[in-house]
Structure formats: structure tokens, C-alpha cells
């Protein structure tokens, strides 16, 4: 009997845990309801309803969004480099470069960068703007480890390290990787990268900081004969009161008929005439020389290149890439130019 009530207990006790609560009615409640026994049973809470909020969509990102960005605008003044990015340009063309079909795809490609102020025409108004481009060398090897640096307030040229001008072909990595390790990838990507600190400028003298501004990638084909091997011209700076400036042509022009010119026009003082003769004379003597100087290295080098090297010379392309039109940028279709720059000369096809 003991174990049955036991057991009935527990029932009752595990019916209650299940089921609403059921309170014993008092004999006052017995009596105001007719002797019927009224249960109260505690009242449902209503149930909330949560408002559907609609699934918000990012657009994934693109394997080689940044490609662009990442590679540095060789030769854009410091104060200008903001101003490049103020519009979402697209680099659609340069992505799909790489993809099955594309230019580059399947080959060991250097990017660098530049920028062409162009007047173009966005949301109803015309206006000078930086216009990104990108150029891509196609070479199983760097197309070269230096800089060139030259404007028309130098007086010469110079041809530096690129590590001097802390810059350097880095691999890219594109966004699927980024978490690899780098020495792990076997990148077919590299760009030209700058590590000058904007901050840090304000620490150099202004001569080293204009030094950026007038870089140009340098290149250096010898199997094609330089524009400056052939030129005839040399520029002559006569040293007077005021100085001499002009142009002399050894195939076309004579030292005393320019001269004489220079005389009638007032710009040469009649008694300097011999002098500026014999300058002349020895600026031809120098242009010539140095074309010279010129050829035989470019012979040198080729003798002493390797067959490989050769072929990869003769085999590499360059190919220049301009943003497509789009609603977020001005439409840059009307003003792209093969030409790269005084160095790499133009580019084989233009995007």
C-alpha cells in the first residue's frame, strides 16, 4: 500500500509540473457556486510576435579589387595623391586581365603606376583631374631596379637605385590569400611599391621631396635604338648677360649663321659672337660623343646578355590600362595615349 501511494504522489506531483496549477476551492466558494467546484487556471501570456527585418546583401569583393590601389602613382606630387582617389574608379578591364583568356593571365607580370592630368567632363562640369593609369610589363624578371629622374627645372638627368627612392617590386597578394603566408605563395603579381611615409616628409629638404615628384620608371631596351642614340639636337645655355637659350641642329643649322641671327635679334651681344661660336662647337663635339658612348654600350650589352635574357628582351610587352566608364568617375575614353613615358616609349595595346 505504502509503495502504490508512493507512487501515486509522484504522479500526482509530475502532473503538476506538466499541467496548469489547480488550486482546493474554500467552502465560501463552494457555496457562492452551487456546490460545483470552479478551477482557476492562471491566463495565457500572449505571445510576441518579432517583426521580420529584411536580409541585408553586401556584394562579395573581388579577388583583385585593390590591385590599383595597391600599386603606387610613380612621379604624382604629394599633395595630389588624395585627389586620385576621390573618385570610385573602376579597374574592371585590369582584373579580368588575369582571368582564362585575358592578356595576363598565366604570366609573371610588374605593375606600376602613374597618373595623367587630363580636362574631362563629370556631373556637368569640366575640370582638370588626376587620372589613374596602370601599366603592366609582362617578363619572367624586374624590367629594371632603377629610376629615372628628370623635369624641365633640372639641369640633368639622373638614373637611381629605386631603393634609393625607398621604392621596390613587392608581390602582390590578392584578397583570397591574404591570410597565407607570403614566402608560402608563389606570386605571379609583383608591383611597384613606395615606403616614403607622407608624415615624414615635412623632415626633408624640399629638393629630396620634389626628387619623388619628377620619378619616372626606368627602362632600358637594348635591342631598340634609343630616340637620344639618333637626335641631332643639343641644347645650348650660352652664358651672357641675360644667358642664351636655344636649340642647335648639327645636320640643319651653322654656329655663325645662329649667330648672327641671335645678333640681329638682340638676344647675343655683337662681341660675344666668336665665343658663342666655339660653345657651339663644343656642345656638338659632346652630343656627338655621347651618342656614340650610347651605341657602343647598348652593343656591349647585347654581347654580353645571355641567350635567355635575350629572348626575354625581345619577347616582353607592355600593355597600359585606363579605368572603363562608369556612373561613379568621369569618363576617361576620349583621352588615352599609348605613350608611357620617355623611357618604356609606348605601350603594345592599350585598355
Known amino acids: 500500500m505504502r509503495k502504490g501511494t508512493k507512487r501515486k504522489a509522484k504522479e500526482v506531483v509530475g502532473k503538476g509540473k506538466a499541467k496548469v496549477e489547480e488550486e482546493t476551492p474554500t467552502t465560501e466558494e463552494l457555496a457562492k457556486n452551487n456546490g460545483k467546484v470552479v478551477v482557476k487556471r492562471q491566463a495565457k501570456r500572449a505571445k510576441i510576435v518579432k517583426p521580420e527585418t529584411e536580409t541585408e546583401y553586401f556584394p562579395d569583393r573581388r579577388n583583385l579589387e585593390d590591385l590599383w590601389q595597391e600599386v603606387f602613382p610613380v612621379g604624382t606630387e604629394w599633395d595630389q595623391i588624395d585627389m ?15 582571368e582564362e583568356g585575358g592578356e ?17 567632363f563629370f556631373q556637368g562640369q569640366s575640370k582638370v583631374t588626376c587620372i589613374p593609369v596602370v601599366v603592366a610589363v609582362v617578363s619572367p624578371f624586374p624590367p629594371s631596379d632603377k629610376i629615372g629622374i628628370n623635369s624641365v627645372q633640372r639641369e640633368a638627368e639622373e638614373i637611381l637605385p629605386m631603393k634609393q627612392m625607398k621604392m621596390d617590386w613587392v608581390p602582390y597578394i590578392p584578397l583570397e590569400k591574404r591570410e597565407s603566408q607570403v614566402e608560402r ?53 650660352f652664358p651672357s648677360e641675360p644667358p642664351v637659350f636655344c636649340e642647335f641642329d648639327w645636320e640643319f643649322d651653322e654656329p655663325e649663321e645662329m649667330a648672327d641671327k641671335l645678333i640681329e635679334s638682340e638676344e647675343l651681344p655683337a662681341d660675344k659672337k666668336d665665343e658663342f ?48 566608364t562608369s556612373p561613379d568617375a568621369p569618363d576617361v575614353s576620349q583621352v588615352k595615349s599609348p605613350f608611357i613615358n620617355r623611357y618604356y616609349g609606348k605601350a603594345h595595346k592599350v585598355f
Not at 593571365?105 to 592630368?117: A, I, N, R, S
Not at 605571379?188 to 619628377?214: N, S
Not at 660653345?279 to 647585347?302: H, P, T, Y
Open 84 to 98: 586620385v582617389y576621390q573618385y570610385k574608379w573602376n579597374f574592371s578591364n585590369l582584373e579580368d586581365a588575369f
Open 104 to 120: 595576363l593571365h598565366g604570366q609573371k607580370v610588374y605593375l606600376f603606376g602613374c597618373t595623367e592630368p587630363q580636362l574631362v
Open 185 to 237: 605563395l608563389k606570386s605571379q603579381i609583383f608591383i611597384l611599391r613606395c615606403t616614403q611615409r607622407r608624415a615624414g616628409l615635412k623632415h626633408l629638404k624640399l629638393e629630396r621631396v620634389k626628387k619623388f615628384e619628377y620619378c619616372l620608371p626606368y627602362f632600358y631596351q637594348p635591342f631598340a635604338e634609343d630616340e637620344f642614340e639618333q637626335s641631332t639636337i643639343v641644347q645650348i645655355l
Open 277 to 324: 661660336v666655339e660653345f657651339v662647337k663644343e656642345k656638338v663635339k659632346e652630343g656627338k660623343r655621347s651618342n656614340r658612348e650610347a651605341r657602343e654600350a647598348r652593343k656591349k650589352a647585347i654581347q654580353e646578355m645571355s641567350e635567355e635574357a635575350k629572348a626575354a628582351f625581345q619577347s616582353m610587352k607592355f600593355y597600359k590600362y585606363y579605368p572603363v
